[in-house]
């Protein structure tokens, strides 16, 4: 029998509408805490890769979709959704719920 890996059971949040995500589009991020415990925890809208890796650490780590809701915004999660980096179950989770998701990734 196969054993489950953490990232296969640990909670993932997600939100019931990506109109939701209403976080910031630019500027930079302080993320607390809670979401990002290593390393700098500012991020720069500005900077390609710091949005990725804003999101991706926001994706993983968000057990409230409270913290989605004030961090992620719409419009640029749609634009970053094919270059990021994120575990197959949280990745199944967001485009079973968000079918646009999944088109984008198709295409």
Same mark, same amino acid.
């Given at each position: 029998?196969?054993?489950?890996g953490?990232?296969?059971t640990?909670?993932?949040?997600?939100?019931?509408?990506?109109a939701e995500?209403?976080?910031?589009?630019n500027?930079? #991020?302080?993320?607390?805490?809670?979401l990002?415990?290593?390393?700098p925890?500012?991020?720069?809208l500005?900077d390609?890769?710091?949005?990725?890796?804003l999101y991706?650490? #926001?994706?993983n780590?968000?057990?409230d979709?409270a913290?989605?809701?004030?961090?992620?915004?719409?419009?640029?999660?749609r634009?970053?959704?094919?270059?990021?980096?994120?575990p197959?179950r949280?990745?199944?989770?967001?485009e079973?719920?968000?079918?646009?998701?999944a088109?984008?990734?198709?295409?």
């Amino acid at each position: 029998m196969e054993r489950a890996g953490y990232a296969q059971t640990r909670p993932y949040a997600v939100v019931d509408d990506l109109a939701e995500l209403a976080g910031p589009d630019n500027g930079v #991020v302080d993320l607390p805490l809670r979401l990002d415990w290593s390393g700098p925890r500012h991020y720069d809208l500005a900077d390609d890769q710091d949005q990725r890796l804003l999101y991706e650490t #926001v994706l993983n780590q968000a057990l409230d979709p409270a913290d989605l809701r004030a961090t992620l915004n719409a419009e640029l999660l749609r634009g970053l959704w094919t270059r990021l980096w994120l575990p197959a179950r949280v990745r199944q989770l967001w485009e079973s719920r968000f079918p646009a998701l999944a088109m984008a990734r198709a295409a």
